[in-house]
């Protein structure tokens, strides 16, 4: 199992739709967890931390099942502009600091 | 700087030859990641420089491949007799706080 699975899509949504992607991760005691968005030939740039309590970010909630060893990124009222691709975060518990990243899952919205 | 600068921008180098990437991380921050990204691929880890720690290695996929730290400031990532497989963008981030890419280096091997 990889460390960090996600879903390559594309979710193809039209304007104004909602989209849900999860992300699971095989590292129980991984103890950080981000979303990053890259655009288009473009770096990775930060979207969101993920809580455990869960956390929101205007039409964007991020959501943490430590239980079922998922995170998910929820998109409200998607836009044009959120077309992209959403990547999964994760760093382990116990020294290593160092990011694992989701091969990413690919959004399309369209008009 | 205010962001994480990488050079040069795109590289096209004739397999065999040696290359030689620059990362300028922003100042301050004393972790440094090297990330390699294929055409359609994830981020894979490369290596990790921690302050004045001894780096992890781990991700560098052969000893073609290694990275210099001088400090908590530039770091230089050199691949030897490069393949055809090396061509990728390979990424630079710093951080504490929240970990900021450079906008990568487009390395193409022909």
């Known amino acids: 199992r990889k460390e960090v699975e996600q879903d390559p899509g594309p979710f193809n949504v039209p304007e104004g739709a909602t989209v849900a992607f999860n992300c699971t991760y095989s590292n129980s005691a991984s103890q950080s967890f981000f979303w990053y968005r890259q655009d288009c030939r473009k770096e990775p740039k930060l979207l969101m931390s993920v809580y455990s309590s869960g956390n929101e970010d205007g039409r964007f909630t991020a959501q943490l099942n430590r239980a079922s060893q998922y995170i998910s990124l929820l998109i409200r009222d998607s836009k044009l502009s959120d077309s992209a691709t959403y990547l999964c975060v994760v760093i382990p518990s116990g020294g290593s600091y160092i990011p694992t990243f989701g091969r990413g899952t690919s959004l399309i919205v369209h008009p | ?110």
């Open chain 2, 1 to 110: 700087g205010a962001g994480v600068s990488q050079s040069p921008s795109n590289k096209v180098t004739e397999k065999g030859k040696d290359v030689e990437l620059r990362c300028d991380p922003i100042s301050g921050h004393t972790a440094l990641y090297w990330y390699r990204q294929r055409l359609g691929q994830g981020l894979e880890f490369l290596i990790y420089f921690q302050g004045n720690s001894a780096p992890d290695k781990s991700g560098l996929p052969s000893d073609r491949f290694s990275a210099e730290r001088t400090g908590e400031s530039v770091s230089t990532l050199t691949i030897q007799r490069t393949q055809q497989e090396d061509s990728a963008v390979y990424l630079c981030a710093s951080s504490p706080g929240r970990r900021t890419f450079g906008s990568g280096t487009r390395l193409t091997v022909v």
